[in-house]
């Protein structure tokens, strides 16, 4: 019972993990900033990346840390 619990835990976490990832933004611009020109120019919409990327960043690294915890956990109960 205990397996199922934290199997879909990990599921729910793994999930969550790649939604996180893919909403990041990239470190590089890419062409997109060599040929000049996106929002990204102004000195708000910079830190406001930062900030929405930062925080994106915390949660990624907490549920990677949730899901090894899982993992663990569910080796304990199973042996």
Same mark, same amino acid.
């Given at each position: ?6 199997? @879909?835990? !990990? +599921?729910?976490?793994? /999930? @969550?993990? !790649? +939604?996180?990832?893919? /909403? ?56």
């Amino acid at each position: 019972m205990a397996t199922y619990i934290f199997g @879909s835990a !990990i +599921l729910v976490l793994a /999930i @969550s993990i !790649i +939604l996180c990832v893919s /909403i990041q933004q990239g470190k590089s611009q890419g062409l997109g900033a060599f040929a000049g020109g996106s929002d990204a120019d102004s000195y708000f919409n910079k830190n406001k990346k930062r900030n929405r990327d930062a925080v994106l960043s915390k949660i990624t690294i907490v549920l990677s840390v949730l899901i090894v915890f899982c993992v663990l956990a569910m080796n304990i109960i199973a042996v």
